[in-house]
């Protein structure tokens, strides 16, 4: 069955540090993966995806992901985290397979930046 | 970037009752819209694919005729909550698919409340 995987509930580190949210998927072909952050009380922002090209991808916040295709991962990573970066962080698989644009989701991780 | 609305972003209602949500893209035309329903502190479900003109594609376990969803534009797609009852509170959230970045964006959410 094909599935997404985030292993940590929560995520929690301090204000200027490096973060990483972890995502590993098992699909098959060739899947398109996003990142999107939700605040509370909101819909879903979207953060980056990775389609094709170059593994590392940037996107918005200073939020940035490698896509390894050896371990099926897409970790979410950010430099130095901002209190602001607090949130529920969901990774989304579009299987290749199928032109309907159905996304799995990851169950999520929450993220919380102490100061 | 992509924006897309929802209206209204909470409603209060009746057992009984019916409640229709919107789902509007505001800068983009959408084929394909979805529907999905979020419980606390959990990820999204997808109820449906909403397919501009044609019938909906319902998810297993979601009753069509209790969650009557309408395509009737490029941009505008409804889901309607038939005979409300309080197990039908929840976080509804749709998406819009923008097939040219094949990404999908989130609206902000409706939250439901039956009474």
Redesign the interface.
């Known amino acids: 069955a094909q599935s997404v995987a985030q292993p940590e509930d929560q995520v929690k580190v301090a204000e200027g540090n490096p973060l990483t949210v972890k995502c590993t998927y098992s699909v098959s072909g060739n899947p ?1 993966l ?1 990142w ?1 952050v939700q605040y509370p ?6 953060l980056l ?1 990775y ?1 094709t090209g170059d593994n590392l991808v940037k996107g918005s916040y200073g939020f940035e992901a490698e896509f390894n295709k050896s371990q099926t991962s897409f970790h979410l990573k950010k430099p130095s985290a901002l209190v602001s970066d607090s949130a529920l962080y ?1 990774c989304a698989v ?1 299987p290749y397979s199928g032109n ?4 799995i ?4 991780t929450t993220l919380q930046v102490k100061p | 970037g992509a924006v897309v609305s929802q209206h209204p972003s909470w409603v209060i209602c009746k057992s009984g009752t019916s409640v229709k949500i919107e789902c509007r893209s505001l800068d983009f035309q959408a084929t394909t819209m979805f529907w999905y329903r979020q419980f606390p502190k959990q990820s999204l479900m997808l109820m449906a694919t909403s397919n501009e003109g044609s019938k909906a594609t319902y998810e297993q376990g979601v009753e069509k005729d209790k969650f009557l969803i309408n395509h009737a534009s490029l941009t505008l797609s409804t889901l309607t909550v038939t005979s409300a009852h309080p197990e039908d509170s929840s976080f509804y959230i749709c998406s819009a698919r923008d097939m040219g970045v094949e990404t999908q964006y989130f609206g902000p959410g409706t939250r439901l409340l039956v009474l």
């Open positions: 398109y996003f999107y009380n909101r819909g879903l922002q979207f995806k389609i969901f579009r309907t644009g159905k996304l989701f990851g169950q999520g």
